[in-house]
């Protein structure tokens, strides 16, 4: 952050900032507040069934005025009172991540397992959701003139290899609205996407640790991604690569390879 600029070597401190974690309550999203918090942000925990998951994390997290909030996907008029609610209570948000997603394991050739009502789902939660909320905080985060947008997408954006032809096309979408938004909201908010490959969490349904292990093996440095992995890399996109906006992280273990 602007703080940050005359920041001696190492991790920048994040006192006194506010970030807001889509899909916040679990897998990526909480790793990622755990990693804000340490900083020393105050972080609003999004959620959207896992109430009382956001709870006990914002209760264990190190510092205080961490906060759940009800941030779904497919609602724009909560997303919109979700920035009022942070507004209100803390003040500023200065760091945004974009980690609620769905999917659902479609065979790519069974076309007609992905049903239309799958296929709209998918899109919305993974694309319009994080376009709405980018909306919604919109404003909040150009008033503190150097914030940071953190979409997470995947490595099925550039290959097309996920666990369905409808969320390898949403992932890809988030990625190319993440350029269009990187022009139009700078200079005030940077927007960097972090993608991984396939991350050791419960996130795709029936897919088991087997699938995982197999995934970590067909990478050139055969190392399992954790959610932490992630979320050091979004740690590293807000605090370090200060001249990167509209940029994609890899993290996949060298897959794209």
């Given at each position: ?89 803390l003040g500023r948000a200065d ?77 890809a979408a988030l990625d190319t ?81």
């Amino acid at each position: 952050m602007s703080e940050a600029r005359n920041g001696a070597l190492g991790p920048y401190g994040l006192a006194g900032r506010v970030a807001v974690i889509t899909g916040g309550s679990s897998g990526i999203g909480a790793a990622t507040a755990r990693r804000l918090a340490e900083l020393g942000a105050t972080v609003a925990i999004g959620y959207n069934a896992g109430r009382d998951r956001a709870e006990a994390l914002a209760a264990e997290l190190p510092g205080s005025g961490h906060m759940p909030l009800h941030m779904p996907m497919a609602d724009s008029a909560a997303l919109r009172a979700a920035a009022a609610e942070v507004e209100a209570k803390l003040g500023r948000a200065d760091v945004l991540v974009n980690s609620a997603g769905t999917t659902r394991a479609v065979r790519h050739a069974d076309l007609d397992a992905l049903d239309d009502e799958t296929f709209d789902r998918i899109l919305v939660t993974n694309v319009r959701g994080p376009y709405s909320t980018i909306r919604a905080f919109a404003p909040l985060l150009r008033r503190g003139g150097d914030a940071v947008v953190v979409n997470i997408s995947s490595l099925a954006a550039i290959n097309g290899l996920g666990s369905s032809i409808a969320y390898c096309a949403s992932k890809a979408a988030l990625d190319t609205m993440g350029l269009s938004l990187a022009r139009v909201l700078a200079p005030e908010i940077r927007v960097i996407t972090v993608s991984p490959a396939a991350v050791d969490t419960e996130f795709v349904p029936g897919r088991g640790r087997d699938a995982v292990l197999n995934a970590a093996a067909a990478t050139p440095l055969k190392v399992i991604c954790q959610p932490d992995d992630v979320a050091l890399a979004v740690v590293a996109a807000v605090t370090h690569l200060r001249l990167s906006t509209g940029t994609t992280l890899l993290v996949d273990g060298g897959r794209h390879l």
